[in-house]
């Protein structure tokens, strides 16, 4: 059997970074390079892809360590699975809606932070983690200091979006 695995954003580092000259099958190769001086971990140590961002010049790189790959490229041969493809969380979320060319989407993960994603043409175009908001936002035990400093980082995302969006 074949399997693509997806990673929650957890499990990988994201870089927003401008658009390489070289031809995309070359970018796995390139990108780890190019990333050099954003990330920690030596370049060797890593595996790397991105995608076009829409309507920019610029790039959303993902990032993974080669170790965790091989990992999990190990659990899945136990069973005689073969790793096809690796997706982040991200790059899922922004499929979920081919009838809306844009949207955000508020979301949590168990025993995680909420986050706020953007979404064009099918793309995810920026990331924000909400700190200092806890579940449940609605219901019996909501507490309107959480919905205020929600909607503030709300208005913060769209702030954001608008000046980067033209």
């Not at 658009?19 to 595996?47: S, Y």
């Not at 508020?106 to 932070?113: A, V």
Request: glycine share 4%; no cysteine.
């Amino acid at each position: 059997m074949h399997a693509s695995v997806t990673l929650g954003s957890h499990l990988y580092q994201s870089y927003q970074i401008d658009q390489p000259t070289i031809p995309k099958e070359e970018w796995p190769a390139a990108l780890p390079f190019l990333l050099k001086d954003l990330i920690t971990e030596r370049v060797t140590d890593i595996v790397a892809d991105g995608v076009v961002l829409p309507g920019s010049n610029k790039v959303k790189a993902y990032v993974l360590t080669k170790r965790f790959v091989e990992q999990i490229k190990a659990v899945l041969e136990q069973y005689s699975n073969k790793l096809v493809r690796i997706l982040p969380e991200d790059e899922v979320w922004a499929r979920t809606r081919p009838d809306i060319s844009s949207f955000m989407l508020l979301h949590r993960s168990q025993n995680s932070e909420f986050k706020i994603g953007a979404y064009v043409e099918e793309g995810s175009v920026s990331q924000r983690t909400i700190r200092g908001v806890t579940p449940p936002v609605t219901g019996e035990f909501e507490s309107t200091l959480q919905l205020d400093s929600l909607a503030l980082e709300l208005q913060r995302s769209m702030d954001y979006l608008s000046s980067q969006m033209k």
